[in-house]
């Protein structure tokens, strides 16, 4: 089992700057691919980046070039740096853990933490 803990989010004023970090516990395997999803008011879940074993990205168009994944010092950490905000990426934020190397691909999601961007 796996559990996964956003940080870093709250209230931030539109072109500026929030990094947000997701802590897992449990076991996590280098395999793993980790993700960022965000979820707007009255919207569907949508992806926002991930990360593979070999640092391979991949991001939601409307983030690309301002959003950045990376691994944290551990494999239990991932961050989202994400730069030059806008009221439009004001979510809750989700961090996702996917077992792709896995039959039934198992998915974990935390808990989610919110982001206001302000105009």
């Known amino acids: 089992q796996v559990q996964l803990v956003e940080s870093g989010g709250g209230l931030v004023q539109a072109g500026g700057s929030r990094q947000l970090s997701c802590t897992a516990s449990?076991?996590?395997?280098?395999?793993?691919?980790f993700g960022w999803y965000r979820q707007k008011s009255g919207e569907q879940r949508e992806l926002v980046a991930s990360?593979?074993?070999?640092?391979?990205?991949n991001y939601g168009s409307s983030v690309q070039g301002r959003f950045t994944i990376s691994r944290g010092d551990s494999q239990n950490t991932v961050n989202l740096q994400m730069n030059n905000l806008r009221p439009d990426d004001t979510a809750v934020y989700f961090c996702?853990?996917?077992?792709?190397?896995?039959?039934?691909?198992?998915?974990?999601w935390g808990q989610g933490i919110q982001v206001i961007v302000s105009s």
């Open positions: 996702h853990v996917n077992r792709v190397w896995l039959q039934n691909r198992p998915e974990y």
């Open positions: 449990g076991t996590i395997y280098v395999a793993d691919v």
């Open positions: 990360i593979t074993r070999n640092s391979e990205t």
